[in-house]
């Protein structure tokens, strides 16, 4: 069974930065797109960032663009999302998501399978 843990997450102050980690037991994280998903008390989920397994390129939301960078380590079988310049509206729970689909283009978020558990991240001064 495909698992994924979610760690980096703490408190912050706006302007600090983070790096979350998705590690990734049971399966090989870069046959598969991988997204970082992120959801706020009242809102809905939100796409913050995706790599795609086919030809790597990466997506941004634009709230997250420029400040926040996703990365793979193949040899670690983890991804990576760093967050810079944090601000109070990135306070969330930040999951990792793989697609189910092998080899594949980020999906849409509702095409999103495989959820970690998640971890919060709070930017408060």
């Known amino acids: 069974q495909v698992e994924f843990v979610e760690s980096g997450g703490g408190l912050v102050q706006p302007g600090g930065s983070l790096r979350l980690s998705c590690a990734a037991s049971?399966?090989?994280?870069?046959?598969?797109?991988i997204g970082w998903v992120r959801q706020a008390p009242g809102k809905e989920r939100e796409g913050v960032s995706c790599?795609?397994?086919?030809?790597?390129?990466?997506y941004y939301a634009d709230s997250v663009k420029g400040r926040f960078t996703i990365s793979r380590d193949n040899a670690k079988n983890t991804v990576y999302l760093q967050m810079n310049s944090l601000k109070p509206d990135d306070t969330a729970v930040y999951y990792c998501?793989?697609?189910?689909?092998?080899?594949?283009?980020?999906?849409?978020?509702?095409?999103?399978?495989?959820w970690g558990q998640g971890t919060q991240v709070i930017v408060s001064s």
């Open positions: 998501a793989a697609d189910l689909i092998e080899g594949g283009d980020c999906p849409k978020l509702s095409n999103f399978g495989s």
């Open positions: 049971g399966f090989r994280l870069d046959y598969y797109a």
């Open positions: 790599i795609s397994a086919s030809d790597g390129s990466t």
